[in-house]
């Protein structure tokens, strides 16, 4: 595979999303940008993403279906087998990950570009109360369950506490420096 995979992660609530919309955005068709395949029915208040009942899930896996997938929140995520397409026509592929994934994703993608996105506690707070989705003992579980992951040395952290063009620019300065590498 000539292209580069590139794990987006961080806690709830710091705008992984955000910043992957961003880069879309101002990259257009630069970059893969992976859609999710996830045990919950889209909404408002969630990532724009493909559905699947639980068995369908499992069925989805067993067939092979799924580059990687794992399990956070009560939820199964799954990210689908074309993106080893694009990786093989040497694009830059995005993919909001779980931290808990990281060591499948590692030993997959071993040239996987970690990107941790990271916010001000209070930040991450608001936002995750501002979505609606969990009541404030989910919030205070999701802030504690980012202590005790180990990342790769060479992971890029980008702070997104402020306005979403700061993190978004770098984050693109960033994708910039991918596509410019020689496969």
Do not use: C
């Not at 040395?153 to 693109?172: C, H, K, M, W, Y």
Request: no cysteine; glycine share 10%; net charge negative.
């Amino acid at each position: 595979m000539n292209g580069v995979f590139v794990a987006v992660v961080g806690a709830s609530g710091v705008g992984k999303d955000s910043l992957i919309n961003f880069a879309r955005d101002h990259l257009a068709d630069q970059v893969a940008v992976v859609r999710r395949v996830v045990t919950r029915a889209s909404d408002d208040g969630s990532e724009d993403h493909d559905s699947m009942t639980p068995d369908g899930f499992a069925a989805a896996e067993q067939r092979g279906e799924f580059a990687l997938s794992w399990e956070a929140h009560g939820l199964k995520y799954g990210l689908p087998i074309t993106l080893d397409d694009d990786l093989t026509a040497g694009r830059v592929v995005i993919a909001n990950l779980s931290r808990a994934a990281l060591p499948r994703v590692l030993a997959r993608y071993p040239a996987a570009l970690v990107v941790e996105v990271t916010a001000a506690p209070e930040i991450i707070a608001r936002r995750l109360a501002g979505r609606g989705r969990e009541d404030s003992e989910e919030i205070r579980r999701r802030m504690a369950r980012g202590a005790g992951f180990r990342l790769p040395p060479s992971t890029v952290q980008i702070d997104n506490s402020g306005v979403l063009d700061e993190a978004g620019e770098r984050f693109v300065g960033l994708l910039r420096d991918l596509l410019r590498q020689p496969a």
